[in-house]
């Protein structure tokens, strides 16, 4: 099994700054892609950013020159820098890990999911 958690949600001011953070651990042979989904209230889940093995990124339109995917291949973990942030971020953020695990499966892991709500 893994265990996917996040962190660094919060509130923060429009024009501000956040960095989210996912851990993976568990059963882990080896970690493909790792990226990021939000949902809004009334909203579908929407990619924000993905990132490869080897450190090629896709960004939404939206967040692109804003937010920042990266991962660190040692811990397991992926970030996400987001800056000028606006109320149209406002979202619960999702992780996912697209992880082979001990038995040579791969399956996508979801995190618990990190409220960022950014409001004046």
């Known amino acids: 099994q893994v265990q996917v958690v996040e962190s660094g949600g919060g509130l923060v001011q429009p024009g501000g700054s956040l960095r989210l953070s996912c851990a993976a651990s568990g059963s882990i042979f080896r970690i493909n892609a790792m990226g990021w989904y939000r949902q809004a209230p009334g909203k579908q889940r929407e990619l924000v950013a993905v990132?490869?093995?080897?450190?090629?990124?896709n960004y939404a339109d939206s967040v692109k020159g804003r937010f920042t995917i990266s991962r660190d291949n040692v811990k397991n973990t992926v970030y996400l820098q987001m800056n000028s942030l606006k109320p149209e971020d406002t979202a619960v953020y999702y992780c996912?890990?697209?992880?082979?695990?001990?038995?040579?499966?791969?399956?996508?892991?979801w995190g618990q999911g990190t409220q960022v709500t950014v409001s004046s």
């Open positions: 996912h890990t697209d992880t082979v695990t001990t038995d040579r499966v791969q399956r996508r892991y």
């Open positions: 990132i490869t093995s080897g450190g090629s990124t």
